[in-house]
């Protein structure tokens, strides 16, 4: 199957500090990327859906400020925790649709640890 | 507004026991529906679609439309089923999860 690279795995920042995750698709175009983040021992939250080239749609009660989403390529979408705050601690995972193969890849998820 | 409901956080199977997780759906529009599996310390991956009607690990999922379900089975559980297992649905260019039920076979 495809294969989705989520860069960094793990991350530990300071407060107010921001920090960028990566996700690429690496063998295939991904028009569409998605971003979760998911809590301890709970299901995956989608907090936007990304596309290639235009501006990214968040869901309800997702600060797109806070969580900036570039799309810039085909094979590249970023996830920017903006002025993070201990609450922000969680695990994000990205996701790219491979509208071919008819299935979404997964990253193998971002450990956000916020000091 | 798309919902996937799995209203069983925990599952414990006997090794070779049947098991079935559930799934229900609320769609308005024609859904395509997934299950997803994540062993301990992996990604996400797909186990099945319902449009491919496949059989993967043993594992088999039929859409049942009148029930708005998509329950996952397997006759024989096996030690290295135990895994958390979500269900997804695809819809208006959106990929909505379940909570998950976390499977355990005991030996």
């Known amino acids: 199957g495809a294969v989705v690279s989520q860069h960094p795995s793990w991350v530990i920042c300071k407060s107010g500090t921001s920090v960028k995750i990566e996700c690429r698709s690496l063998?295939?175009?991904?028009?569409?990327m998605f971003w979760y983040r998911q809590f301890p021992k709970q299901s995956l939250m989608l907090m936007a859906t990304?596309?290639?080239?235009?501006?990214?749609?968040?869901e309800q009660g997702v600060e797109k400020d806070k969580f900036l989403i570039n799309h810039a390529s085909l094979t590249l979408s970023t996830l920017t925790v903006t002025s993070a705050h201990p609450e922000d601690s969680s695990f994000y995972i990205c996701?790219?649709?491979?509208?071919?193969?008819?299935?979404?890849?997964f990253g193998q998820g971002t450990r956000l640890t916020v000091v | 507004a798309q919902r996937v409901t799995q209203p069983e956080k925990l599952l414990s199977v006997f090794k070779g026991a049947p098991v079935e997780l559930k799934c229900n759906y609320s769609?308005?529009?024609?859904?395509?529906l997934f299950w997803y599996v994540q062993y301990s310390r992996q990604r996400l991956q797909l186990l099945l679609r319902?449009?491919s009607r496949e059989s993967i690990k043993g594992f088999t999922a039929d859409l049942n439309k009148g029930e708005t379900s998509f329950h996952l089975k397997k006759p024989f559980a096996q030690e290295e089923d135990s895994a958390m297992y979500y269900c997804?649905?695809?819809?208006?260019?959106?990929?909505?999860f379940g909570t998950g039920t976390r499977l355990t076979i005991i030996p």
């Open positions: 319902h449009i």
């Open positions: 990304s596309n290639e080239g235009s501006k990214a749609t968040y």
């Open positions: 997804a649905n695809f819809g208006n260019e959106k990929l909505t």
């Open positions: 769609y308005s529009g024609s859904p395509e």
């Open positions: 063998d295939f175009q991904a028009t569409t």
């Open positions: 996701s790219a649709a491979d509208r071919a193969q008819g299935e979404a890849f």
